[in-house]
């Protein structure tokens, strides 16, 4: 059944591996992050065994709960990594080992949540080092340490670290002088309450560049890894990282009209399907290929044919438009074309209800 998503799990393992060296070169523990692939079930299983993995991250609790005993089964613990929602605290207490907050009343929320479940939950408090997410303002340090000293008078409640996210809404990049706050913050708190932090997380993808170049300060002791590990991305200056490939999570369609027609629309030009002008360049006749999968399965931005000599014009919601006319290889009706994936694309692909998973 096509549409679909091919994921190679021989190449998966093999990005997990490299990921896993660069982090323990730089001192890190690992935290996998699941959810651009929507937690997929055979994924997470590959993650749960894999000996270097001590954290496997969602965003959604739904995508926890559907592996969460077999990775506390495998030693690994669960964390959610968007604030939890008060309303979920129940939920949150009960498939997630720690949570990253940043709100005393959602804390106390979980605190209460744990004590009524007859557990400990652990929290990861957020400093914003300026890409102004989530996360307590660095600079109002006071309010850092006040929400630290009632963290710790919580009976239910750990304080298991700190973190910091970056390069996600003011794409900031993480840098020596930033994460350096990030751990000077985390040492004082260690200071100022004599206790251990036993995470200090120093952001997402965009952070192990910093590893390769000798550059992650001491004292952040964990990284949080999605886009890195999927694709091989460095995503601070999207160099790959070695030991990595970008194709272990692919996408085929299947072509549904194969025909020569003109580059260029006839008639008055009005807005597409989703309200957009579109601008087209004259390339004469072409040779056009409709796949069928559209832009509710794939951002159109973040997929790309897999053979260079297609280029992908344009898509509206079921219906994808390839031009093949400088294909070497000749394409007929009912064959299939395989694209490479973004991080947006990988994430929408592995959402949609339409999109077949297949492994390898
Ligand atoms: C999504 C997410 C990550 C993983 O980001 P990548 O760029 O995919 O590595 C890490 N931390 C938080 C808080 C996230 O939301």
Same mark, same amino acid.
């Given at each position: 059944m096509y549409p679909r998503i091919v994921i190679d799990m021989k190449k998966l393992e093999g990005n997990l591996d490299a990921v896993a060296k660069i982090t323990k070169e730089g001192g890190c523990s690992l935290m996998i992050v699941t959810k651009g692939v929507c937690a997929d079930p055979e994924v997470t299983k590959m993650i749960a065994r894999h000996p270097a993995v001590s954290y496997m991250a969602d965003s959604r609790v739904e995508n926890l709960r559907a592996y969460a005993a077999d990775?506390?089964?495998?030693?690994?613990?669960?964390?959610?990594?968007r604030l939890p929602m008060m309303s979920q605290a129940a939920e949150v207490v009960d498939v997630a080992d720690i949570s990253f907050n940043s709100e005393l009343v959602t804390i106390k929320a979980l605190d209460e949540a744990a004590a009524a479940a007859g557990k400990t939950h652990k929290i990861v408090l957020m400093i914003d080092l300026g890409d102004l997410r989530e996360g307590i303002f660095f600079e109002k340090e006071d309010e850092i340490y006040a929400a630290v000293e009632q963290i710790l008078a919580l009976k239910n409640i750990e304080l298991y670290g700190v973190a910091v996210n970056l390069t996600c809404y003011g794409a900031i990049i993480p840098k020596n002088d930033n994460l350096s706050n990030l751990a000077r913050i985390a *040492? &004082?708190?260690? $200071?100022?309450?004599s206790i251990k932090l036993p995470i200090v997380s120093g952001g997402n993808s965009s952070s192990i560049y910093l590893i390769g170049k000798g550059e992650l300060p001491a004292g952040i002791n964990n990284l949080r890894l999605g886009e890195s590990f999927f694709l091989g991305n460095d995503t601070a200056y999207f160099t790959k990282l070695p030991g990595t490939v970008d194709d272990a999570i692919t996408l085929e369609a299947e072509i549904i009209e194969l025909k020569e027609k003109p580059s260029l629309p006839? *008639? &008055?030009?009005? $807005?597409?399907?989703f309200g957009q002008v579109p601008v087209y360049e004259d390339k004469g006749l072409m040779m056009r290929a409709i796949v069928a999968v559209g832009q509710q399965d794939v951002a159109?931005?973040?997929?790309?044919?897999?053979?260079?000599d297609l280029e992908v014009m344009g898509a509206s919601s079921?219906?994808?438009?390839?031009?093949?006319?400088?294909?070497?290889?000749?394409?007929?009706?009912?064959?299939v074309i395989s694209f490479k994936l973004g991080y947006g694309g990988m994430l929408r692909t592995t959402t949609s209800a339409y999109v077949e998973r297949a492994y390898k």
């Open positions: 990775a506390r089964e495998n030693g690994k613990q669960t964390v959610l990594l *040492g &004082e708190i260690e $200071k100022k309450f006839i *008639g &008055e030009v009005g $807005k597409d399907a159109l931005d973040s997929v790309e044919p897999v053979n260079e079921d219906h994808m438009i390839v031009d093949v006319t400088h294909s070497a290889k000749e394409y007929k009706v009912g064959d």
